[in-house]
């Protein structure tokens, strides 16, 4: 009897043990999250702010540049319903592109009502082959006459 209470305390001095490394770690895993929680609100505004700053980098530098001359647009004129001459007209340089046109589709032929068979006949005749005996063998292997078995010597 002495020997049982004394494994009871051993093992609930254990469980003790147990019991408060469970919480350590509990608290070790709350403090890891926080911890990376605030790691990714640093790294969202060190962003953010990186964004911010190459933005007024890029404005501060179009800012600096002279801006590009551009040729100014030719005005729009009406324009008349009346060709050229032929002999003035534009002759393309280069050579039209001819494409082929696709193919048609073939006609998707009708099933022929032949072959088209109800549920209940296709079931009829599995039933009926099921229930059929086995094709028999021929009564003797057919051989040739002209080929005789060799045998071996």
Request: proline letters at 12%; glycine letters at 0%; charged letters at 35%.
């Given at each position: 009897m002495a020997m049982k209470q004394t494994m009871v305390r051993w093992l609930e001095s254990d469980a003790e043990k147990a019991a408060a490394r469970v919480?350590?770690?509990?608290?070790?895993?709350?403090?890891?999250?926080?911890?990376?929680?605030?790691?990714?609100?640093?790294?969202?505004?060190?962003?953010?702010a990186a964004k911010q700053a190459k933005k007024k980098a890029k404005a501060a530098l179009a800012a600096a540049r002279p801006p590009k001359a551009r040729p100014p647009k030719p005005a729009r004129t009406a324009k008349s319903t009346v060709k050229a001459p032929a002999a003035k007209r534009r002759i393309p340089k280069t050579v039209p592109v001819v494409r082929k046109s696709r193919r048609m589709r073939k006609p998707r032929a009708d099933a022929s009502p032949e072959y088209l068979?109800?549920?209940a006949d296709v079931a009829k005749s599995v039933i009926d082959r099921l229930q059929s005996p086995p094709p028999g063998l021929p009564p003797e292997p057919s051989i040739p006459a002209e080929v005789k078995p060799e045998e071996p010597v």
């Amino acid at each position: 009897m002495a020997m049982k209470q004394t494994m009871v305390r051993w093992l609930e001095s254990d469980a003790e043990k147990a019991a408060a490394r469970v919480d350590a770690a509990k608290q070790q895993v709350r403090a890891a999250k926080v911890a990376l929680k605030r790691a990714r609100k640093l790294f969202k505004t060190e962003k953010k702010a990186a964004k911010q700053a190459k933005k007024k980098a890029k404005a501060a530098l179009a800012a600096a540049r002279p801006p590009k001359a551009r040729p100014p647009k030719p005005a729009r004129t009406a324009k008349s319903t009346v060709k050229a001459p032929a002999a003035k007209r534009r002759i393309p340089k280069t050579v039209p592109v001819v494409r082929k046109s696709r193919r048609m589709r073939k006609p998707r032929a009708d099933a022929s009502p032949e072959y088209l068979r109800s549920a209940a006949d296709v079931a009829k005749s599995v039933i009926d082959r099921l229930q059929s005996p086995p094709p028999g063998l021929p009564p003797e292997p057919s051989i040739p006459a002209e080929v005789k078995p060799e045998e071996p010597v």
